[in-house]
């Protein structure tokens, strides 16, 4: 396993415990060595007498392939090095499961895919919203035939300021990191849609913009710190030649001495 982040966790936990029958977990590979221990630690807790995984660091991940003689890699790193460890694991005749998104560019997509072909080995996207009931259900009624044939599809998700915003504290806000959410979050939608029907779409068209999640749309108090931006700039951010319309919309969180429903600010049409 190389990435041994928090999603990193569920697959220890996993390998380690109800199917540890099914599969050795012969290597960890991060960047930082105590993450490794901390992997160790927990499964030393959950089963005892069990011998730790071996560690290394990330620039050995190679020799960890030819040394332990990994036949699967699991990759959890940051989603714009996935294709790195990927492709590196395929070459080495290693198949290969990554967390989602596979990764976060077209260029990066095409390395992936030409070497797998080339290689003969396979790749897998965890996608795990599969595995929730709600969305197993929807997909064996479809598959049932329950409402016919299904001719067009509307598929709507939206986040909550909680979920939402989350992605932009941490690495997902900067586009270089993650591709944004039409990458690292709008993935499961595409898939769920596609693995609900059963079938791949033929063309893919996008399009997109940050206007909640920017500086014009946060408080007055971070606008007058000179705060960055939650976000990478996109040129669709609202400003001052915005269209007339919804200029912006935040909520403050609820906290010390605050009603438990959070105040909530809109400008609306100027004038």
């Not at 699967?72 to 005749?93: F, K, N, P, S």
């Not at 095409?110 to 080995?121: Q, V």
């Not at 946060?218 to 040129?235: F, L, N």
């Amino acid at each position: 396993m190389v990435g041994l982040g928090a999603r990193a966790q569920l697959f220890t936990e996993a390998l380690a415990g109800p199917y540890a029958d099914r599969i050795e977990l012969a290597g960890f590979c991060d960047v930082n060595a105590h993450r490794m221990t901390v992997h160790n630690d927990w499964i030393a807790v959950d089963h005892p007498g069990r011998p730790p995984v071996p560690a290394y660091a990330a620039e050995d991940f190679d020799e960890m392939l030819r040394r332990e003689r990994i036949d699967l890699v699991v990759v959890c790193t940051v989603d714009h090095l996935h294709d790195r460890y990927i492709v590196r694991a395929l070459e080495a005749g290693c198949d290969v499961v990554t967390e989602k998104p596979m990764t976060t560019s077209a260029d990066r997509a095409r390395r992936i895919l030409d070497t797998e072909r080339r290689t003969g080995r396979e790749v897998r996207v965890a996608f795990n919203y599969r595995y929730n009931p709600v969305h197993s259900a929807v997909r064996e009624l479809l598959a049932g035939g329950e409402i016919g044939d299904i001719g067009s599809v509307h598929f709507e998700w939206l986040l909550d300021l909680r979920h939402g915003a989350d992605y932009f504290r941490r690495r997902h806000r900067n586009k270089a990191n993650s591709g944004r959410l039409m990458v690292h979050k709008a993935t499961h939608h595409f898939d769920l849609v596609s693995w609900r029907l059963g079938t791949e779409p033929e063309t893919v068209y996008a399009q997109g913009g940050l206007f909640f999640y920017c500086a014009e749309a946060g408080p007055p108090e971070r606008r007058r710190s000179g705060a960055p931006q939650r976000g990478t700039p996109d040129r669709s951010c609202f400003g001052p030649s915005a269209p007339v319309g919804l200029r912006a919309c935040w909520i403050r969180p609820a906290g010390p001495g605050r009603s438990g429903t959070p105040p909530r600010r809109r400008s609306g049409r100027p004038g």
